[in-house]
């Protein structure tokens, strides 16, 4: 009895371009501590220096959602996970301030190896650990979105980002990135 074959291996050619919806997406980690507590990192920089985030990455070519979220955790916090550790938490689709369409998905994690630290300081000032269910009021707006679909068990959500102010000289900024 032959077995189906694992796309993960299996040879096959990854489009790299053409007409249709093509999305930005990112995949999100909430790693959680016994405590129940989520790691955020501190924006380091502009845009948003100093507001809370999630620890996220973009897909990249050739890539699967939960190795990009395992990706994450490695360059954001130091800390090892493997794909069997994630499980899957839920699918943002939004718009961003400026229209543009995203995908997000969130992934959790409750076991890895390594101590969770700022492994990004060029990205992030800190590592703070919040209550999913009552995150601090410095929380990015697609923080806040996203940690508050996975407290309510929502597995999918779909919303526009608001405006975000601009200041002289800046434009608006996106969320997450």
Known sequence: MSSAPN????????????????????????????????ALVRRAHHPDQG???LVSRRLEAAEWLDEAACR?????????????DVELS???????EQGAGRLCAVFAAQRWSGDPRNCAPGEYSEVVWADPGGPPADCRPLTHAVLNQYVSGTLYGALAMPAAPTTAGTGPSCPDG
């Open 90 to 96: 839920g699918l943002l689709h939004y718009r961003s």
């Open 51 to 53: 507001q809370l985030a």
């Open 7 to 38: 796309p993960r291996t299996a040879s096959a050619r990854f489009e790299q371009g053409g007409p249709g919806y093509r999305p930005a997406t990112k995949a999100v980690l909430l790693a959680l501590r016994p405590d129940g507590r989520v």
């Open 72 to 84: 994450g955790a490695s360059r954001t916090l130091g800390i090892r996970l493997e794909v069997q």
